[in-house]
């Protein structure tokens, strides 16, 4: 709050002076090159776990990732525990247009990925996804444009549709051994695309998927192409 006031004071003050200068007779004053964007800029804030809302789930003995401050920046570890309960799950929209994140550790606590929990992150580079997520929501990290890779572990069974689409600098994909549904238009958008890497070709080959994935990008089995 005292910050919000000293910046208010301060915009006052700046456009007192240019004001009463012009009034006492000073002429008119040139505004051309004059920066007034440090006056009114909202400066992002480095992401830690007070930035977090939660509720409880019905269960009463687990939490789930709510809201955040959408000026939080740079890293964030999601905590495994809030209040003593686990926490389970990311709601949906939860990190939506959290445009100064770069980084995401998702816990091992965490089963769950809402839609639309990280739509438009459009500065997230990293994304580590914890071992005990069986699903993706849609649209999950769709436009997620500074993404490079992403690993999807062995526990997920499910990718929504268009959970990363668009994911513009996307070119490599680690598929974990149990996706058994993967959404329509899921990977679409993601131009750049040259490697899918799995571990498990009959699993694979299960899988409920739509045939475009495979456009631009090769399948390696075991870092061997197929």
Known sequence: ?????????????????????????????????????GLFAVKAKAASESDLSFYLNDDGQSYSVKDRNSSMAGE?????????????????YAFRYCTSLTSIIIPDSVTYIGNDSFYNCDNLKSVIIGDSVTSIGEWAFYDCDSLTSIIIPD??????????????????????????????????????????NIKDLAAWCGIDFYVGILDNAGLYLNGELV
């Open 155 to 196: 526990a997920v069974t499910s990718i929504g549709m268009c959970a990363f689409f668009s994911c513009s600098e996307l070119t490599s994909i680690t598929m974990g051994s149990g996706i058994t549904d993967l959404g329509n238009q899921a990977f679409d958008g993601c131009d750049k695309l040259t490697k899918i």
């Open 1 to 37: 709050m005292k910050n919000i006031i000293k910046k208010s004071l301060s915009v006052f003050l700046v456009f007192a002076i240019i004001f009463g200068s012009a009034a006492a007779g000073f002429g008119e004053i040139d505004f051309k090159g004059v920066d007034f964007s």
């Open 76 to 92: 964030l570890v999601i905590p495994s525990t809030y209040n003593g309960f686990p926490v389970t799950s990311i709601s949906e």
